[in-house]
């Protein structure tokens, strides 16, 4: 891979990575010891992945790439913090990845979480677990003021808020995707199938 990495082309690379990984034949690049020497002094991954920590979630599995290959922060639900936001501009600004994914999912226990706050049968205890979850009820509540109802409905919603929330708050992200150096991607992965499919997209051509 000597071209440098365009926006198109790493969402492609991403797809290509994931139709193996659902066709149950990954080709598991850069996975070895090898690769594992040529990144010591330097990471240039081509995207970096904003998605949920679930356990059925693991980045590099289901995109069939290795080390180097991907910039991963997670957390549960994919709920934009500082921390979080500070992490994507690392990848933007820094190491100078052309894509960011955001990647959410189907059955996503933070969601579930989100609603039922809403309907009064939340049932945990932590305090920082209701910090998290509190970021989610709005898009729940944005969703029920028109009409949606179903877990994949604030699902999808969630993904498309959390893509707009990341141009709005970061000033170094917006202006790369208006530079045309940066495309930002909102999926959605499908637990059964291990398939990821497109929810929003900014600055990439499909
Ligand atoms: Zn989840």
């Not at 049968?121 to 509190?134: D, H, P, R, S, W």
């Not at 970061?170 to 059964?192: F, H, N, P, T, W």
Request: proline share 2%; with cysteine; net charge negative.
């Amino acid at each position: 891979m000597n071209q440098p990495w365009t926006t198109d082309r790493a969402w492609q690379q991403l797809l290509t990575g994931n139709r193996n990984f659902v066709a149950g034949s990954p080709a598991h690049e850069h996975q070895d010891a090898k690769k594992r020497q040529e990144l010591v002094e330097e990471q240039t991954p081509f995207a970096a992945v904003f998605g949920c920590s679930d356990s059925r979630l693991a980045a590099e599995m289901i995109f069939d790439v290795g080390l180097g290959d991907l910039f991963v922060v997670r957390n549960a639900g994919q709920v934009l913090a500082e921390t979080i936001l500070g992490s994507l501009e690392f990848a933007v600004e820094v190491l100078k990845v052309p894509l960011i994914v955001v990647l959410g999912h189907d059955q996503c226990g933070a969601i579930k979480a989100g609603m039922s706050v809403q309907t009064g049968t939340a049932n945990f205890a932590g305090e920082f677990i209701a910090n998290l979850v509190n970021r989610i009820t709005p898009t729940i509540e944005q969703g029920l003021s028109v009409g949606e109802t179903t877990i994949e409905e604030f699902t999808s919603r969630h993904i498309r808020e959390t893509v707009s929330e990341l141009v709005q708050r970061s000033e170094i992200i917006r202006e790369a995707v208006k530079a045309g150096k940066l495309g930002i991607v909102g999926a959605e992965y499908k637990l059964g199938l291990g398939e990821v499919q497109l929810a929003e997209s900014l600055g990439i051509s499909k």
